[in-house]
């Protein structure tokens, strides 16, 4: 059984940086694409980044660009999001999330079929 567990999440002004992590377990990780996705209050959950089992391949959505970056340390079965130059609208729940089968690049919510618990992420202005 696939578990996914994230951290780090917390309240920051406008600004600031944040760093999320997210523990997986339960099968070979280092043979799946990754994702973060995110929630906000009142809205549906957004697809915000994806990275390759290896790491080599990496896709944004346009409202992170630049400003977040995704990696990987299949070592430790680690999935992590480095958030910086942070927004009030990118207050929300963040997910980590796994697909049940390997498509190469994931960004659609269908093809995720593991989720984590979520982290809040709270910027203020």
């Known amino acids: 059984q696939v578990q996914l567990v994230e951290s780090g999440g917390g309240l920051v002004q406008a600004g600031g940086s944040l760093r999320l992590s997210c523990a997986a377990s339960?099968?070979?990780?280092?043979?799946?694409?990754m994702g973060w996705f995110r929630q906000a209050l009142g809205k549906e959950r957004e697809f915000v980044t994806t990275i390759s089992w290896n790491g080599d391949v990496t896709y944004y959505a346009d409202f992170v660009k630049g400003r977040f970056t995704i990696s990987r340390d299949n070592a430790k079965n680690m999935l992590y999001l480095q958030m910086n130059s942070l927004k009030p609208e990118d207050t929300a729940v963040y997910y980590c999330?796994?697909?049940?089968?390997?498509?190469?690049?994931?960004?659609?919510?269908?093809?995720?079929?593991?989720w984590g618990q979520g982290t809040q992420v709270t910027v203020s202005s």
């Open positions: 999330a796994a697909p049940g089968s390997a498509p190469f690049i994931p960004t659609t919510e269908e093809e995720y079929d593991y």
């Open positions: 339960g099968r070979t990780f280092s043979r799946y694409a």
